[in-house]
């Protein structure tokens, strides 16, 4: 049989005109990826495809362009389906590979069922990862409609939403409630003990094959899958102030190695701690120091099994928690501490790293003045030079040898002698009226060390 044919065959189709007894008139088949449709790029998977009807072969075919199909005989499991399983493989981002699967009897001219639902495989990439959260929380109880959503900053076209150990892979059509944003809502019904497991979701663009890297993982848990209660106890009480240290204590009678502490009101995902058997009861501290405003409200416990820790216990009874300003008035505004008490409140090192801020700058203030001041010294040493320089000696004017073979820079102060005042006289006077003669003028230069 050709490929066409085959392909026209799982649609529900003939070449001739269409009766009853033609294609199409059984139920279609389930066709799943084992054990993921998340397959790394070069990797393989399997296409179980499977039915309840005692179809002799399946028929797998790939959506494209060429329409390629395999023809696989049925095997009987041991709880009476029939099935086929298909390697594929390797699997790349290049392609789009949607593929389907139907039934066929062998001896019945033209009769098979009808197409299965598509299953595509994703092969993460590496753009953007999007947002995965539950508007009502991780903890969900049985009966409560499940919804979980899927957004991001990237304009993608499509999203993807896969479950850990799932064999399917639901998609949606973005929504674009805002330019350059897109989302995508799943609404998985109303929750029973399937729901419980570890989800993720992808973006993609509508003519691509490729997807973006996977989302955060996102925790389902169901609660009151067990039938113990905890108790949930806070030390050193309901009511703490800010920065105090508060020690919140699960505890169960019935052997649970793992306790969970979720707080009403938010998305972020409940804490887990392993249990110590103490007391007669398995329990767990969850230490929250120091405590803050956010610490305040509503929480409950719950116990699970680390086999299965989806499944959970009842919830304890709600704990209130109140939180205190420094005037143990939980309602009284923040204030702003004065300067006295916000130091005294420092921790150690900051008191270091403003004992070091206060000494540089001393240090600083320090060698400014110093510079400043030996900038004007070196002014006055400046003049001091230039007016020696402009000193020049007049004609027969003996310099001391001392002054003369000194090389050293010194202050040197000048002295003119007057030979007439020291009885050295060159020439006798010739008259009492006549002016004594112009006299050679001696300087010594006299250092000063």
Not at 213 to 233: C, F, H, K, N, R
Request: hydrophobic residues 30%; positive net charge; proline residues 8%.
């Amino acid at each position: 049989m050709s490929p066409k044919l085959t392909f026209l065959l799982c649609l529900g189709l003939s070449v001739g005109l269409r009766t009853s007894g033609q294609a199409g008139i059984y139920r279609k088949p389930s066709l799943s990826a084992l054990p993921s449709p998340v397959v790394t790029s070069g990797g393989f998977v399997t296409l179980q495809c499977i039915s309840w009807q005692g179809f002799d072969r399946f028929i797998l075919t790939k959506e494209g362009e060429h329409r390629p199909s395999w023809t696989l005989d049925s095997q009987r499991r041991h709880n009476g389906q029939f099935q086929a399983l298909f390697p594929v493989g390797p699997v790349t981002p290049s392609y789009r590979w949607t593929f389907r699967c139907c039934g066929c009897y062998r001896y019945i001219h033209q009769q098979c069922s009808e197409p299965s639902d598509p299953v595509e495989l994703l092969v993460p990439g590496v753009s953007g990862k999007p947002s995965l959260l539950s508007q009502q929380g991780s903890i969900m109880t049985f009966g409560r409609n499940l919804t979980l959503q899927c957004l991001s900053d990237v304009g993608y076209d499509r999203f993807a939403l896969s479950k850990e150990g799932g064999h399917n892979l639901p998609q949606r059509l973005s929504e674009r409630p805002q330019t350059g944003r897109s989302q995508a809502d799943f609404l998985l019904g109303r929750v029973s003990l399937s729901h419980g497991g570890r989800y993720r979701c992808y973006g993609g663009h509508k003519f691509s094959s490729k997807w973006s890297t996977p989302s955060d993982p996102l925790d389902i848990l169901v609660a009151g899958v067990l039938p113990d209660t905890p108790s949930l106890s806070v030390q050193p009480g309901p009511t703490v102030a800010v920065g105090e240290n508060m020690t919140l204590l699960c505890q169960t009678r019935s052997q649970r190695d793992i306790l969970f502490l979720s707080k009403e009101g938010t998305m972020v995902s409940p804490l887990r701690l392993r249990s110590k058997y103490q007391a007669q009861q398995y329990q767990a501290q969850f230490s929250m120091s120091p405590v803050t405003s956010a610490h305040g409200g509503t929480y409950r416990c719950y116990s699970s099994f680390s086999t299965s820790p989806y499944e959970l216990s009842h919830p304890s009874d709600a704990l209130e928690l109140v939180v205190s300003g420094p005037s143990g008035d939980p309602t009284s505004p923040p204030t702003w501490p004065n300067l006295t008490s916000g130091v005294q409140g420092l921790k150690p090192y900051q008191n270091v790293l403003i004992g070091i801020s206060v000494a540089f700058v001393l240090l600083l203030f320090l060698f400014v003045l110093l510079l400043i001041r030996h900038r004007q010294q070196g002014k006055c040493r400046t003049s001091a030079d230039a007016t020696v320089k402009n000193t020049q000696p007049e004609e027969g004017v003996e310099l001391h040898p001392q002054a003369a073979a000194s090389d050293a820079p010194q202050d040197v102060i000048y002295a003119q002698l007057n030979h007439l005042t020291l009885g050295r006289k060159t020439t006798p006077p010739s008259s009492q009226s006549e002016e004594p003669p112009a006299e050679p003028s001696v300087y010594s230069a006299l250092a000063i060390h």
